[in-house]
Nanobody, 128 residues
Framework: VQLQASGGGLVQAGDSLRLSCAPS?????????MGWYRQAPGKEREFVAG???????NYADSVKGRFDISRDNAKNTVYLQMNSLKPEDTAVYYC??????????????????????WGKGTQVTVSS
């Protein structure tokens, strides 16, 4: 499964942005826990948000209340709505996924070393 993220860009602090992630043609996200990670220059890649097959959500503390992850299985797409953006949100954002038989679990998406699929990133730059 190849994941493709899109929607990044240059915005000002306080603005909003929505990222999208879709798999390659012929693949489906229905059996996957989906998530978003980000990596700022000089820093490790970090977890941002995850969503289970049954729409349970999990967020990093740094984005709680500002970001919202969602999925539309019919459109085979995962979204990350980012509101009240801050300069410290500047990073390359990556879509990621993990195969799961469970409808409920979302925690496994937080283990970046155990994920099954990664997408190419999309740059988000927030100016002050």
């Amino acid at each position: 499964v190849q994941l493709q993220a899109s929607g990044g860009g240059l915005v000002q602090a306080g603005d909003s942005l929505r990222l999208s992630c879709a798999p390659s043609e012929g693949s489906t996200i229905g059996t996957l826990i989906m998530g978003w990670y980000r990596q700022a220059p000089g820093k490790e890649r970090e977890f941002v948000a995850g969503i289970s097959r049954s729409y349970a959500k999990n967020y990093a503390d740094s984005v709680k209340g500002r970001f919202d992850i969602s999925r539309d299985n019919a459109k085979n797409t995962v979204y990350l709505q980012m509101n009240s953006l801050k300069p410290e949100d500047t990073a390359v954002y990556y879509c990621a996924a993990k195969r799961s038989r469970s409808l409920l679990e979302v925690a496994p998406i937080r283990d970046r070393n155990a994920l099954d699929y990664w997408g190419k990133g999309t740059q988000v730059t927030v100016s002050s």
